[in-house]
C-alpha cells in the first residue's frame, strides 16, 4: 500500500515538473525571451546594427553554455548559494537595464540614439 502511494505521488510529481518547465519555456519565449530581440532591432543605429546584433547573440549564447556547463557544480557547492548568486546577477541585470536602456515607445530611432549621447 505504501508502495503504490509513493509510485503515484512520484507520478504526480513528475508531471508537475514537467507542466512548470513546459510553462517557464512557453512565459520565457514569449515574454522576458523575446526583449533583447527585440530592442536590439529598435535601439541599434544601421551602420552597426548586424556588428552589434551578432556580438550580442555572441554574449547570450556563451552566458547560456557558461551557465549550463556551471550550475551543477555550483549545485554541488551549495543550493542556495547558488540561487543567490544567479539572483544577484539578475538583480544587477535588472539595474542595468533600469539605468541605460532607453525608452523607445514612440520615439525615432534618432531620439533614441540622442539619449545615448
Avoid: Q
Avoid at 14 to 33: E, I, R, T
Avoid at 72 to 85: P, V
Amino acid at each position: 500500500d505504501n508502495i503504490e502511494e509513493a509510485s503515484h505521488l512520484h507520478f504526480v510529481m513528475s508531471m508537475l515538473s514537467l507542466a512548470g518547465l513546459v510553462a517557464f519555456v512557453l512565459a520565457f519565449s514569449l515574454g522576458m525571451g523575446a526583449i533583447p530581440w527585440i530592442i536590439m532591432s529598435e535601439i541599434l543605429p544601421v551602420n552597426i546594427k548586424s556588428l552589434a546584433g551578432s556580438t550580442a547573440t555572441l554574449a547570450n549564447w556563451m552566458t547560456s553554455w557558461l551557465i549550463t556547463m556551471t550550475a551543477s557544480l555550483m549545485l554541488n557547492w551549495s543550493n542556495g548559494g547558488t540561487f543567490a548568486i544567479y539572483a544577484a546577477v539578475s538583480m544587477g541585470t535588472l539595474l542595468f537595464v533600469c539605468l541605460c536602456v532607453p525608452e523607445t515607445k514612440g520615439r525615432t530611432l534618432e531620439e533614441i540614439a540622442f539619449s545615448f549621447r
